[in-house]
């Protein structure tokens, strides 16, 4: 294991210690190679892996149109759910004992795509990623990313972004940051587009299906 991926697990077991009963406990606690096998055997169904990955796309949705895609959040779950269909997809088939250890760092990961701005020709530029609970009234309950940085190809590939998309951030938060009540919070430098003037945003906020994600 590399100092890197040390700080980072020891980080999110610290903060998972002192969460609570949380979801992402269950998560840390779940993860064992049964679960890992159970990730595998999802990843050869294509109609349920669409169905399950939707669950991770940072979009709202709603009756005035959808706000834009702000991007993605990830699980060690789906991480090896999606590296199992990338190998398949390659004509190989992934074995538990082939997961890398980055795949199962216990953090969640929020990729936040590169975004035009509604009324600029300049690209909108992200400010802050943060995740706090939908009736946070101030900024001293959110939860701050351990580590942010540009994102990888294979973080690209994670979710079949293209290379014209480069640009993409990735923030790594704590597991505990999975909480039921919580919302996932991009600023950005400028109004950002949705499907319609209404949908656009420039601090957005979507809410996590923390239910659904594994």
Do not use: W
Request: overall charge positive.
């Amino acid at each position: 294991m590399n100092r890197r991926l040390l700080i980072l697990t020891l980080v999110s077991l610290a903060a998972v210690a002192h969460a609570g009963r949380t979801n992402a406990q269950q998560l840390l606690a779940n993860l064992t190679p049964a679960r890992i096998e159970e990730a595998i055997q999802l990843a050869g169904d294509d109609k349920a892996t669409a169905k399950f990955v939707q669950s991770y796309v940072l979009q709202t949705r709603t009756g005035i149109g959808s706000g834009p895609l702000i991007g993605y959040v990830s699980t060690p779950f789906l991480r090896v759910v999606m590296a199992a269909v990338a190998a398949r997809k390659a004509g190989r088939t992934l074995a538990a004992s082939d997961v890398a250890a980055d795949l199962l760092m216990p953090v969640l990961q929020i990729l936040v795509l590169p975004q035009s701005a509604a009324y600029a020709t300049v690209p909108a530029v992200v400010e802050a990623v943060t995740v706090s609970p939908r009736s946070q009234d101030g900024a001293d309950l959110a939860i701050r990313p351990i580590v942010t940085g540009p994102a990888t190809g294979e973080q690209y590939a994670l979710f079949g972004i293209v290379a014209k998309d480069s640009g993409a951030i990735v923030g790594s938060f704590p597991l505990a940051a999975l909480a039921a009540d919580n919302t996932v919070r991009v600023s950005f430098s400028q109004v950002i587009r949705g499907s319609s003037a209404l949908t656009n945003c420039k601090d957005c906020a979507v809410p996590l299906s923390a239910a659904r994600i594994r």
